[in-house]
């Protein structure tokens, strides 16, 4: 199961976390999609536990964390008042 889960987790960790520090205004769905590749490696190592599997996604949990935290500690960025032309 590790030669299965290897690479889309590593490619997850770092491509979520560039797209995340990229594009402030997708990290919603930067996160989701991580959390999601958690649980198809949680389920993977439900069914192959192996202990190399178990620090990958050990290493991939405190990314996805880490971005967690951070996410809630910035500011939301207002959104500008929209423009109405009146006549």
């Known amino acids: 199961m590790l030669n299965t889960l290897a690479l889309p987790l590593l490619f997850s960790m770092l491509a979520g976390t560039y797209a995340y520090l990229r594009f402030p205004d997708r990290r919603t ?3 989701l999609t991580l959390i999601l590749f958690q649980l198809v490696g949680a389920y993977g190592y439900r069914s192959q536990p192996e202990m190399a599997l178990f620090s990958l996604l050990a290493l991939h949990g405190l ?3 880490a971005l967690l935290l951070h996410s809630l500690q910035t500011p939301r960025p207002e ?3 929209e423009r ?3 006549k």
């Open 29 to 31: 769905r930067v996160l």
């Open 63 to 65: 990314i996805v964390f």
């Open 79 to 81: 959104l500008a008042p």
């Open 84 to 86: 109405i032309r009146r």
